[in-house]
């Protein structure tokens, strides 16, 4: 299976949004076997955190790429 059946596949990928025992809100982006592929910095606001994946949803298309190997 190559990467884009692989990457099209992924219907299950996910964001949870929770809140943290320190009183922030967070978000991780799930791949579909539950692994965690990225999370956030603590918000103070729920909407904050919806802000973030808004905006991450947004403009990962546009993500350059640096490779400093």
Known sequence: MGLASTLLGMTSAKFT???GRDGHHYWN???????????????????AAVNGIRSLKENIAYADVSDLT
Request: with cysteine; hydrophobic share 25%.
């Open 29 to 47: 982006f799930k791949a579909p076997n539950g692994e965690i592929l990225c999370h956030s910095e603590g918000y103070t606001s729920k909407q």
């Open 17 to 19: 949004l929770f809140k």
